[in-house]
């Protein structure tokens, strides 16, 4: 499966962006999806993820309750709806994508990753 992340961009805090991740090649009905993000000299580290139902979902504590996850798997994407953003929400953000039905949240779980998309959070 071949994943397209968009979306990102410059925005001031307390904004909302939408970031989405496409994919082709393959159904995404049959792949779990992780939102991750890495910020200049620190690690990559997981967002968000979601089974590939929809029906579990998981949220680092530092974006809980400012961010959603969701799918749309007629569509083939995945959707990481980002509110209240913080300056120290400033990162690469990737999805990645992992062909069984549960989600995972280390990168190491991951087989397929979109080429990441920049969000600028300025103060």
């Known amino acids: 499966v071949q994943l397209q992340a968009s979306g990102g961009g410059l925005v001031q805090a307390g904004g909302s962006l939408r970031l989405s991740c496409a994919a082709s090649?393959?159904?995404?009905?049959?792949?779990?999806v992780g939102w991750f993000r890495q910020a200049p000299g620190k690690v990559r580290g997981v967002v968000a993820a979601?089974?590939?139902?929809?029906?579990?979902?998981y949220y680092a504590d530092s974006v809980k309750g400012r961010f959603t996850i969701s799918r749309d798997n007629a569509k083939n994407t995945v959707y990481l709806q980002m509110n209240s953003l913080k300056p120290e929400d400033t990162a690469v953000y990737y999805c990645?994508?992992?062909?069984?039905?549960?989600?995972?949240?280390?990168?190491?779980?991951?087989?397929?990753w979109g080429q990441g998309t920049q969000v600028t959070v300025s103060s």
């Open positions: 990645a994508a992992r062909p069984q039905p549960t989600l995972a949240i280390t990168t190491r779980e991951y087989a397929y």
């Open positions: 090649g393959r159904t995404f009905t049959d792949y779990a």
């Open positions: 979601i089974s590939w139902g929809g029906g579990t979902r």
